[in-house]
Nanobody
């Protein structure tokens, strides 16, 4: 079983920055893609950014140029640097790990609130 523990998040003014981090633990971890999704009330959870073990990245159009994802494969961690934050970035951010064995795991979520 894989556990994902997120840190970071909080309240920030528009234009500010935050950094989210996620650490995976458990036995036989074999992560492929690791990344972040976010959800606001009444809407579906959406992809923010993801990175494969080979370094390929995918970003939502709304965050391109403002957010940067990074990961440490040796430590099974993934981070999201969020700059130039906007009120519409507000939501609960979830870490996600998809492994080579078909497993799909989610963190508990961390709240990001951007005030205008």
């Amino acid at each position: 079983q894989v556990q994902l523990v997120e840190s970071g998040g909080g309240l920030v003014q528009a234009g500010g920055s935050l950094r989210l981090s996620c650490a995976a633990s458990g036995s036989n971890i074999s992560p492929n893609a690791m990344g972040w999704h976010r959800q606001v009330p009444g809407k579906q959870r959406e992809l923010v950014a993801t990175m494969t073990s080979g370094g390929n990245t995918n970003y939502a159009d709304s965050v391109k140029g403002r957010f940067a994802i990074s990961r440490d494969n040796a430590k099974n961690t993934v981070s999201l640097q969020m700059n130039s934050l906007k009120p519409e970035d507000t939501g609960v951010y979830y870490c996600r790990l998809s492994d080579f064995l078909g497993g799909d795991y989610w963190g508990q979520g961390t709240q990001v609130t951007v005030s205008s």
